[in-house]
């Protein structure tokens, strides 16, 4: 039988899934009942000294769809507007009710030393697991000089995390902003600094866009708007890529996340480097329920695959992720086209056309591949609707 407990920093996880600081931690009463549903963890709604002035707008959401579904947000929501004294007592409250999960601070503050230190000294006093510093905010804050500020300066980033070091009584998590040039140079500035380890990504700067009726904003703050954080599945394959960008050049343990949405996905990050994942967007659209599908999946793709616990799935792709420049050139990867499954819909064909090679062509009544033009790109598979495509290499 595989397992789904791990160990992170001495903290014992039941399994691999947090929350993740977002408005489904903003409160103790919705932790409470997300534990009671299997979830193995929360990471708090970020919680500031209380005389940081935060004043949010409305609406905060902007959505992006896919048909009705929605596959990704832009939000301009702020921190958590509960004073430190709330949180110290319902970590209490949280601990004693529930022992074994973990509980991990998010904080933010001004870049002074005893504003930092001062709000970690008043949660020592609490059973919290962890911190997580969040430099990462990317709305807000950033005006401020916090946030995605910091996060996105090297220097700055590693000052406050060995302040924070200077005094956490707890192991110290630093959650990274995707919003930068180089993920790995940030981790790899507050890993020297003394972090104990990582989380990645909070959400991805965007705009969702203009009403092109009204002329107005999608994300409409009485007529105006201003850049939010994305999340959801639009943001995982760029989470998936910093996770592992940060992994390629450390070796401290990595809270994964950004569109994680089903067991799949979670198994993904953890393949890259993960050492347990974060979820929010997924949560805020259907409920905290969506755990049991998450930890029944992924129990059952390590029974399957014969993996004692994510241990022996973790890091599994980092080795196969390299530059452009070493990847095996040959063979080229040819269609294959299985023309008992092929509808002759003309997808591939005309894909080819459109985009450079034109390789592909109806003949007597079958599609062909003229192998002296195809270079091997994939295109054809990836639009076919009757997966008749195969590659030959
Ligand atoms: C409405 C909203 C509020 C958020 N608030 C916080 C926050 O207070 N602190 C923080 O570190 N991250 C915050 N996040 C970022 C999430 O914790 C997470 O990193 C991000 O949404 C990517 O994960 P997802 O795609 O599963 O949503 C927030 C995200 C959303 C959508």
């Known amino acids: 039988m595989s397992t789904l407990h791990t160990r992170i920093l001495g903290i014992d996880f039941e399994n691999p899934f947090l929350l993740a600081s977002a408005p489904p931690t903003a409160l103790i009463e919705s932790i409470d009942q997300a534990f009671e549903m299997g979830w193995g963890g929360a990471v708090l709604k970020t919680i500031t000294p209380d005389d940081l002035e935060m004043e949010e707008a409305s609406p905060r959401y902007a959505a992006l769809y896919d048909k009705k579904h929605i596959i990704g947000f832009q939000n301009i929501e702020l921190l958590s507007h509960q004073t430190v004294q709330y949180w110290c007592d319902g970590i209490k409250y949280l601990k004693q009710k529930h022992p074994h999960k973990v509980i991990i601070a998010s904080i933010m503050a001004p870049v002074q030393k005893e504003q930092w230190q001062d709000l970690v000294q008043r949660l020592n006093n609490t059973p919290a697991d962890a911190y997580e510093l969040n430099f990462s905010c990317p709305h807000g804050m950033p005006e401020k000089g916090i946030g995605m500020a910091i996060g996105t300066d090297a220097q700055v980033s590693a000052q406050i995390t060995q302040w924070v070091k200077q005094v956490a009584q707890k192991p110290v998590f630093v959650k990274l902003t995707p919003n930068v040039t180089d993920i790995a140079t940030i981790a790899r500035a507050v890993e020297k600094a003394g972090a104990d380890g990582l989380a990645a990504i909070n959400t991805v700067q965007g705009f969702m866009g203009i009403d092109l009726h009204t002329l107005r904003p999608v994300l409409d703050v009485n007529g105006k708007t201003t850049f939010g954080g994305c999340s959801g599945p639009i943001v995982r394959p760029i989470g998936l890529r910093c996770v592992a960008q940060i992994r390629q ?145």
Request: proline share 4%.
């Open 249 to 393: 050049v450390s070796s401290l343990p990595i809270l994964g996340q950004g569109g994680i949405s089903s067991w799949e996905d979670a198994a993904q990050y953890l393949a890259v480097g993960a050492d347990a994942v974060q979820v929010c967007t997924e949560v805020m659209l259907h409920g905290y329920q969506v755990i049991g599908p998450m930890l029944k999946g992924l129990q059952t793709y390590l029974e399957e695959k014969k993996f004692a616990d994510i241990q022996t799935l973790q890091n599994r792709a980092i080795s196969l992720i390299s530059t452009h420049e070493n990847l095996p050139k040959q063979p080229v990867a040819y269609p294959q086209i299985n023309q008992e499954i092929c509808v002759r819909c003309g997808k591939c064909i005309s894909i080819c056309q459109e985009s450079e090679h034109q390789a592909l062509r109806l003949e007597d009544g079958y599609v062909q591949v003229e192998q002296a033009r195809c270079v091997g790109c994939g295109l054809c598979r990836l639009v076919c609707p009757k997966q008749a495509i195969g590659i030959k290499q």
